[in-house]
């Protein structure tokens, strides 16, 4: 349980709140683990897009690494599963054959082809018309959408915290290696975006979106991401990086992903004592998002049954996204940044 939730001693009323266990219990992926102050701002009125406010913004200098930190990244790749949708030349070997400088096979001439192909010295040779077929060299787009809600607060180190600092890692790998790399945040809809580019300058801007990006409002995945495919409608690589505590589900928004043909890789970052609550007794949970209070009797029968739910949570995660063949990572911030980054997260098919 984290420091912010609140613990009170209730005395006489613990039987009736030990009654209401069933009821909270069927909530408690949907609740217990998205506990925090509460806000009671609103978002009404605002525009179709968040817009950061300049008070929230951070004095630190736009990076999030150390130049040998950098050098290890550079060693990783992002590996494309769809290139249908790829674009001009970047260092991605497609499945179809183009022209490019990488030499991939021969095979026989056929009318029509470009005379400019045919191996002329095997003509001399063997007297068979062979046409060169090269390996195409493709760009992706990479999209990075980071939850922003007001959960990703939670945490020792904050949520937002480490979502930041992986999303810069994957897009430094992303623009490091020739590919546009652009997204955007999201909480009750998507933030400004960050616009497709690519090169150094990208990645100062980048570092810079991420850096003044702050929490703000409840998780609504599934219309972030459908404001996400109309926004960006040329199918990517998506990479999603939120502790997925949402009200409404996540697998309306992971359907229409795949159903749009995008790639995607979700990094599930949670905090350690949302897996284990740690107070026991007479306790009041405040949902940091929505602001509802819940209060009732933790003992250990009640963590033991909280566990189950939220193990069957995250089996129920890896199921779906498995039979979607999205690529899923789970993490605690208590996981070394590094260790994630250089080492977990090369065991998903999508990052060599």
Known sequence: MSPESRVAR???RAGQIVA???????????????????DNSSDRGRPRFLVPENRNRDTQPETFFDAEFLRQLERSHLIAKRLSWAGVKGEHAASRKGVSL???????????????YVDWNVYRRLDRLLVKVFTAEEEMNIYLLVDASRSMAVGDPAK?????????????IGLKNLDRVGGAAFSTRLHVPLTLGRGRKQILRLFSYLNHLPCGGETELR??????TNLFPHPGFVVIVSDLFDPGGWRAAFEELNAKRYQVLVIHVVDQQELEPASWGDVALVDVEA????????????????????????????????????????????????????????????VK
Do not use: W
């Open 10 to 12: 209730f005395g006489s």
């Open 223 to 228: 219309g972030a991401i459908h404001s996400f």
């Open 20 to 38: 209401s266990l069933p009821r909270v219990l069927r909530h408690a992926v949907a609740r217990i683990p998205r506990f925090g102050p509460i």
């Open 160 to 172: 937002l915290a480490y979502a930041k600092k992986v999303a810069a890692a994957v897009g430094y």
């Open 291 to 350: 602001g509802r209070e819940r209060k009732f009797f933790l003992d250990d029968d009640l963590r033991r049954r909280y566990r189950i739910e939220i193990e069957n949570y995250f089996k129920e995660i890896e199921s779906a996204c498995a039979s979607r063949k999205i690529d899923y990572l789970r993490a605690t911030t208590q996981l070394p940044f590094d260790e994630f980054v250089l080492q977990m997260l090369r065991q998903v098919s999508s």
């Open 102 to 116: 990488e030499f991939a096979d021969y095979r026989r001439y056929q009318r029509g082809d470009d005379l400019r």
